[in-house]
């Protein structure tokens, strides 16, 4: 049984409705919107295309790896599953940047003192 053909397809967007192309520069598995970063819950393993869950996933965080490359953390939003994946060279880089940026836009406590009390 081949998978091929639904391997490397165009998809459009959920969530910003942007044709995404399935080839990208830098990538061979093209799985996340370039302008909005959201992806879908399609892989078991990368590229597979096996996953039956298939719903949005919403970029939460980036991760950066040990060789400095950068990865975006999505999250399902049907099931909650966590994946990292390679971001591709076309992907907007003020997105990824609004996304890495994200704690420091919204910090959970007080910037303004950092002096040391002693
Ligand atoms: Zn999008
Ligand atoms: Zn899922």
Known sequence: MSHKSRLDTDFTCTACR??????????????HCPRCLWSRHLDEQPG?????????M?????????????AIVHRCTGCNAIKTNRVAGDDHERALLA????????????????????
């Open 18 to 31: 942007h044709h995404v192309p399935a080839l990208a520069f830098g990538t061979r598995h093209r799985n």
């Open 48 to 56: 597979d295309r096996r996953c039956p869950c298939a719903q949005p």
């Open 58 to 70: 919403e970029p939460i965080a980036i991760e950066v790896r040990r060789d400095g490359e950068w």
């Open 99 to 118: 996304l890495a940026l994200r704690p420091i836009a919204n910090p959970a406590f007080p910037l303004d003192d950092l002096r040391d009390p002693a």
